[in-house]
């Protein structure tokens, strides 16, 4: 069918206007202006809160004391923190194993302790290293006006600056079980040690207690300070001022050892002693098992009370340590410290820590909680104190007799080397001379060194 012209010419213009709409661009949308804001209905963006500085924290570390059984240390820590805000990881052990942590982060420079455990057997060899922060850096003037002269003295180094202030004062006593004594047939105490083996004896053969003592005699640092208390008590001599040896030649050393050996053998020792050490010995004197305590801690006699851990509740007395002579009376003072690494990164916080718990406040209810002894002199005469403890007037005789352990810079040599010859000797396995002569082989470097 044959098509009308303006019919055709007009589906070419419809053709036309849908391909030209079709290229054209698209058409951009008007934008709606923001409504206004109104001073009553202004919208506010919440504010920011101040970021808040982190809680500071340092790590302290130090053994437990032989006496805080209930925790009294722990508890002034964390008043030191309520008191400061300053957060305290404490890490609390045995001796032996706290100085096993301290003494390589020490030797190697590390700063992962902010205080930590200074013991006077180590004192000689940290004053020359440079591995403790002097105090009086931090300390105000006269801090230590008031303290015992003899324990500020000791944890000064030849710099004539302060590098620990003492936490635990540990000076030993005499302690023996005066009623059992009583019953064995004795009204005093032994002043010589041929006096103490006598009685041990006694007693022993009458069935009141099974050995005179339990010793502390474990292969641990501490056989070491035994020898060193046996050995003044016979007047013996283990270096002289120069380092040089004396323990291998002083016949009065030799003598020592020997009595340690011989009470082991002839039954005044309990042989197990071998493998006790302090709290396992004294824990054996407060069930009523020995007679004496050669070596008691200041705060025994609380214990003595305590019917938890104790059966001899009024039956111990203090008397003086025996000698081989009356005269050679002695003990030994063992005090710690707290210092400050070099290379701590909290070191004024460090020196709060140590300001709290030396203060004379912490030191007296210690002193009350578990028979501390102070390092206040005037806490020895403080009526509170002196009304809980009156036989710490039987200290006083003790105290004039007190010895330190030998300072020498290498000091932890001679006590690895000691404990391994002197319990040898202990268990039999060579004479006193042989583990005398082999201590002197092996520290044979270190002779005549101070």
């Known amino acids: 069918m044959k098509r009308n012209p303006l019919y055709l010419l007009m589906i070419l213009v419809l053709v036309l206007m849908v391909a030209l709409s079709a290229c054209a661009p698209a058409a951009t949308p008007t934008p709606t202006a923001p409504a206004s804001t109104s001073a009553t209905a202004e919208t506010t963006t919440p504010p920011t809160a101040s970021p808040q500085p982190a809680q500071e924290k340092i790590t302290v570390i130090f053994p437990r004391h032989e006496a805080d059984i209930v925790g009294a240390f722990e508890a002034r820590v964390r008043e030191f923190e309520k008191t400061t805000g300053i957060k305290v990881e404490l890490i609390q052990s045995d001796w032996d194993s706290v100085a096993d942590r301290v003494i390589p982060e020490m030797a190697t420079g590390g700063s992962a302790y902010d205080v930590v455990e200074f013991d006077n057997g180590w004192v000689a060899e940290w004053c020359g290293a440079g591995w403790v922060t002097p105090l009086n850096d931090f300390m105000p003037e006269g801090f230590t006006q008031g303290m015992i002269p003899g324990l500020v003295d000791l944890f000064s180094c030849p710099d004539g600056k302060l590098y620990g202030v003492v936490w635990n004062n540990d000076t030993r006593f005499f302690y023996y079980n005066a009623a059992k004594l009583e019953t064995a047939g004795y009204t005093q105490p032994p002043r010589t040690w041929q006096e103490f083996k006598e009685m041990s004896l006694a007693a022993k053969d009458k069935g009141v207690v099974q050995y005179g003592m339990a010793p502390s005699w474990n292969q641990e640092w501490a056989l070491a300070n035994e020898f060193h208390f046996w050995t003044y008590t016979f007047g013996g001599k283990i270096v002289d001022e120069q380092g040089c040896f004396e323990f291998n030649k002083d016949p009065n050393t030799l003598a020592a050892l020997q009595f340690m050996i011989d009470a082991l053998k002839e039954g005044v020792a309990n042989p197990a002693g071998l493998t006790y050490d302090q709290a396992t010995a004294q824990d054996a004197f407060l069930k009523g098992d020995t007679l004496f305590l050669p070596q008691g801690i200041a705060g025994l006699m609380a214990y003595t009370q305590d019917p938890n851990i104790s059966k001899v509740a009024g039956q111990v007395k203090v008397g003086l340590v025996p000698g081989a002579t009356p005269d050679l009376s002695a003990t030994l003072t063992l005090p710690e410290a707290y210092a400050i690494p070099a290379n701590s990164k909290h070191k004024e916080a460090a020196w709060k820590f140590i300001q709290f718990m030396t203060s004379r406040e ?89």
């Open 362 to 450: 912490t030191n007296k209810i210690l002193a009350q909680e578990i028979g501390l002894l102070p390092i206040w002199t005037d806490l020895y005469t403080d009526p509170d104190l002196l009304a809980k403890y009156p036989f710490w007037a039987d200290f006083q005789a003790q105290l004039s007799t007190a010895r330190g352990l030998s300072k020498l810079t290498w000091y932890g040599d001679f006590v690895d080397v000691t404990i391994a010859e002197v319990h040898k000797a202990l268990a039999g396995e060579q004479t006193a001379q042989q583990a005398l002569d082999n201590m002197a082989k092996g520290l044979a470097q270190f002779e005549c060194q101070p």
